[in-house]
């Protein structure tokens, strides 16, 4: 089960350098490369600072990520209810295509295929709320009559699947003209 970080015990700035030191050493060497060790020694903190407040380096990775692409995932809110989905889409595009942050997505994908306690934290964290916004909006343009009367869940993952294809298999970020055109055979 994982905990939550208890914040009131929290120093900001260790904090801050625990999950900059995360994803600098993710960068460097990949999920499978990370070590609590390794984490804590960037940091300058010791290892049961980074236990106290997360029960593994999966925890931390994820913070990490959460924290640094957090505020490019907002999630418009404009009235058009197909033109927020776009925008929402293409902050997604923008992301998975930073050099930074979008190979450490696919790694972190990549090794969610053989961690069970990572993927778990994923699905939970990341996955779950995203599908989750993505859907109720799909519902949303659907009872505008915007998009085809499909089960939501499915036109999502027609309408995500081709990003995440494009980062994962084809090596190549998709942008906010792919998000375009995904969304124009989907709503012409």
Excluded: C, N
Aim: glycine share 8%; charged share 20%.
């Amino acid at each position: 089960m994982t905990r939550t970080a208890d914040s009131s015990r929290r120093s900001e700035r260790s904090r801050a350098a625990i999950l900059r030191a995360a994803l600098e050493l993710h960068r460097e060497h990949g999920y499978g490369g990370v070590t609590i060790e390794g984490i804590a020694a960037r940091a300058g903190v010791g290892k049961p600072t980074i236990y106290r407040w997360w029960p593994s380096k999966h925890a931390v990775i994820i913070d990490a990520f959460m924290e640094h692409i957090a505020t490019e995932l907002s999630f418009p809110q404009t009235g058009d209810h197909l033109e927020d989905l776009r925008g929402w889409l293409h902050s997604i595009a923008r992301v998975l295509a930073e050099p930074d942050i979008g190979p450490l997505i696919a790694g972190v994908v990549g090794a969610v295929q053989h961690d069970p306690a990572l993927a778990e934290e994923f699905h939970q964290r990341i996955y779950v709320p995203t599908r989750q916004t993505t859907v109720a909006q799909i519902q949303r343009i659907q009872d505008e009559g915007r998009l085809p009367a499909f089960a939501p869940d499915v036109l999502a993952d027609l309408i995500t699947g081709p990003l995440w294809f494009r980062l994962l298999v084809a090596g190549d970020p998709p942008d906010p003209d792919y998000v375009d055109t995904v969304l124009a055979v989907m709503a012409p």
